[in-house]
């Protein structure tokens, strides 16, 4: 009996999914559109860079704190 190659699992295969709008491919923060100064642009920027068991830390921290102005 030949033995089959190991491939991880995958429920979704990428080469069969299909978007309704090319747009969808693009999932980043940055891709919506909207201006550079609003608050969600800032707690992005300095969420980016955090990973892992801190994001919720600094996610909460984010929350918590003043707001200062400029677009919601």
Known sequence: K???SNTPF???KPEQ???AD???KDN???SRGA????YGARAARDLIVTRGAGFRKEKNK???GSYK???I
């Open 17 to 19: 999914v299909k978007f």
């Open 10 to 12: 995958q429920r979704v």
């Open 28 to 30: 980043r923060f940055e």
């Open 35 to 38: 201006s550079a100064t609003d």
């Open 69 to 71: 102005g400029g677009e």
């Open 22 to 24: 090319e747009r969808l």
């Open 62 to 64: 984010k929350k918590r």
């Open 2 to 4: 030949p033995r089959k």
